[in-house]
C-alpha cells in the first residue's frame, strides 16, 4: 500500500523547534520529489517547501525562509523538516506529499502531523 | 508572486452540474491541477493537468484550462461531492501556489 505517515507534531512555545518527519512506503521513493504543505485551522492550503529526488534542489516559502530546513534521506525513505524559531503563525496542520514526476501534481499524500505554537 | 483566485462558495442542486473557477494571469499557460478535500481528511487529487483525471477518479469530474481562467466541472452532482476543492500550480516566481479552495455545497 503506498503511504506517508507523518509524526513529530506537538505544542511548542514560540521561539522554539521542532522537527517533523514522514515515512514512505509502498513506491519508490527516491524517484519522487517530496514536499511539505500547511493548513491552518479552519484555512487552506499552502506550500511549505520541496526538495528533488537527489536533494539538489530545495525550495521554501517566503514565510518559513531561513527558519526552516527540508531534508530527506532516501536510505530511510523519510522525509524531514527542520522547524526554528518557530511563530503562532506557523500553527498549522503539516502534510508531506510526493509530486508525480510527469504530472507535475502532488499525487500522493499523508494524513498530517499538527504544530501549534503557543505559550 | 503569482495568486490564484477561486470562488469562497459554489452551490449545485443533486444531479447538475458544478463549475469551480480559478482565475489567474496567463493560467492558460500553465498546468492546473484539482484536490478535493473532506472534512478531516487529507487532500485527493482529482485532476492533473488541467484536465486529466488519475485512476479511479469519476469520469464526472473534467477540468479546462484557457487564458486567465481555468475551471473544474463536477458534472451529475452527489452528496460524495462536497468538499473544499483548490486549484494549484507551479510558478516560477512562487513556486507552488494554491487557490483559496471553493466549498462546494450540493443542495
Known amino acids: 500500500e503506498v503511504q506517508l505517515v507523518e509524526s513529530g507534531g506537538g505544542l511548542v512555545q514560540p521561539g522554539r523547534s521542532l522537527r517533523l518527519s514522514c515515512a514512505a512506503s509502498g513506491f519508490t521513493f527516491d524517484d519522487y520529489a517530496m514536499h511539505w504543505v500547511r493548513q491552518a485551522p479552519g484555512k487552506g492550503l499552502e506550500w511549505v517547501s520541496g526538495i528533488s529526488w537527489n536533494s539538489g534542489s530545495i525550495g521554501y516559502a517566503d514565510s518559513v525562509k531561513g527558519r526552516f530546513t527540508i531534508s530527506r534521506d532516501n536510505a530511510k525513505n523519510s522525509l524531514y523538516l527542520q522547524m526554528n524559531s518557530l511563530r503562532a503563525e506557523d500553527t498549522a496542520l503539516y502534510y508531506c506529499a510526493s509530486r508525480e514526476p510527469l504530472w507535475g501534481a502532488f499525487d500522493i499524500w499523508g494524513q498530517g502531523t499538527m504544530v501549534t505554537v503557543s505559550s | 508572486s503569482y495568486e490564484l483566485t477561486q470562488p469562497l462558495s459554489v452551490s449545485v442542486a443533486l444531479g447538475q452540474t458544478a463549475r469551480i473557477t480559478c482565475g489567474g494571469n496567463?493560467?492558460?499557460?500553465?498546468?492546473v491541477h484539482w484536490y478535493q478535500q473532506k472534512p478531516g481528511q487529507a487532500p485527493v487529487l482529482v485532476i492533473y493537468r488541467d484536465s486529466n483525471r488519475p485512476s479511479g477518479i469519476p469520469e464526472r469530474f473534467s477540468g479546462s484550462n484557457s487564458g486567465n481562467t481555468a475551471t473544474l466541472t463536477i458534472s451529475r452532482a452527489q452528496a460524495g461531492d462536497e468538499a473544499d476543492y483548490y486549484c494549484q500550480v507551479w510558478d516560477s516566481s512562487t513556486a507552488d501556489v494554491f487557490g483559496g479552495g471553493t466549498k462546494l455545497t450540493v443542495l
Open positions: 496567463n493560467i492558460g499557460s500553465k498546468n
